[in-house]
């Protein structure tokens, strides 16, 4: 019993669920490069608290490269919760500024999320994919 309860403790997390962005903030705005920082709300299935750190994804906008996201904190999750992951996002406005300004009056656009980010917990930290693709309203 003592070595099925030592497996169960070490099993892989179930994968977070992706419910949405909130709070979009333009932190600078540049010809070349702008700086969003938003809140990503997710759900932990989890019967057991996680520790998140050190996330990077790249962003899609309706197919089309968007930018770079990053999280470089430590991030305690709570079981069986929802909780709110502030990160910045580095848009390269040459490649995908226009095209995004372009789909401002849109109600929804298709976003796509692949990355990876540290999850563990009791100090031992294993490298999560990170992969989403769904339909976002924009809240401007």
């Avoid at 430590?74 to 992951?85: S, Y």
Wanted: charged content about 20%.
């Amino acid at each position: 019993p003592l070595l099925w309860m030592g497996w169960v403790g070490c099993a892989k997390p179930t994968s977070l669920d992706y419910l949405g962005i909130r709070n979009i903030k333009v932190l600078s705005m540049g010809w070349k490069e702008s700086t969003v920082a938003v809140d990503v709300e997710y759900y932990n299935p989890n019967r057991y608290p996680l520790t998140l750190k050190n996330a990077e994804v790249n962003v899609y906008v309706n197919d089309r490269y968007f930018g770079k996201s990053s999280f470089d904190s430590t991030l305690k999750i709570p079981k069986l919760d929802t909780f709110m992951m502030p990160v910045k996002l580095t848009v390269d406005m040459a490649n995908t500024g226009i095209g995004f300004l372009q789909h401002l009056g849109s109600e929804e656009v298709k976003v796509r999320l692949e990355g990876s980010a540290k999850v563990g917990r009791s100090g031992i930290f294993i490298n999560y994919p990170i992969k989403y693709e769904g339909m976002q309203k924009l809240g401007f």
